[in-house]
């Protein structure tokens, strides 16, 4: 979601569909949720949280998503919130993160569609936080880009996640001079090679 990107591929391939990728997204939305943890925080206790806090210990809790909870997670969730949550801008915002989750379940354009339109004409009402109403903005720029994930289905997830996989390689080898070692340690950190097929493949 970076404007300079959206601005190169516009001018460079006009005609392909760029689509926000679904993990973009989430993040900002967990941000959102952070921040206004943070900010309540800040305005009941007038200090950052501390270990016996209740927000504080639910900060994990709140960035997985609900399908990931059991029973006593939940539970778990539900009760700090009832003691450090007494604004209910917490909790109003993970709901908000719920349903751009479930946004990305729903198989029906158009009701996915609706079905964000009604978010958005939620969070962008005056009573609600800052940061979630910024949240909407962002959403509303990137409006037809998000969408375009329920055409093309695709995510360039495991793309980053290899391209992670490799930077790590390189900061725990602290840098590599020769090419070819570098390349065989990030192929051994992945699993196992090909070691058949290893010597045939040419780096120009």
Not at 48 to 59: F, M, N, S, T, V
Not at 97 to 119: H, P, T
Request: net charge positive; hydrophobic share 40%; charged share 25%.
């Amino acid at each position: 979601m970076s404007n300079t990107y959206s601005a190169v591929y516009s001018v460079t391939l006009p005609d392909a569909v760029q689509v926000v990728d679904r993990f973009h997204l989430i993040r900002l939305c967990n941000r959102t949720l952070d921040d206004v943890r943070r900010r309540v925080q800040n305005e009941q206790m007038g200090r950052r949280g501390r270990k016996g806090d209740p927000l504080y210990r639910a900060r994990k809790l709140l960035v997985m998503a609900s399908d990931n909870l059991d029973e006593e997670m939940t539970e778990k969730l539900q009760t700090l919130l009832a003691l450090g949550d007494q604004s209910a801008y917490v909790v109003l915002t993970y709901q908000v993160k719920e349903a751009i989750c479930d946004f990305y379940k729903m198989n029906d354009y158009q009701s996915a569609r609706l079905y964000l339109c009604q978010i958005l004409e939620h969070i962008k009402k005056p009573s609600m936080p800052k940061e979630l109403q910024s949240l909407a903005r962002t959403i509303e720029r990137w409006f037809e880009k998000i969408m375009a994930f329920h055409f093309a289905r695709v995510t360039n997830g495991p793309t980053e996640g290899l391209n992670n996989l490799i930077k790590r390689v390189k900061r725990v080898g602290f840098g590599f001079t020769n090419f070819r070692n570098y390349r065989l340690r990030a192929l051994l950190y992945a699993g196992k090679p090909n070691w058949r097929v290893l010597d045939s493949i040419v780096v120009l």
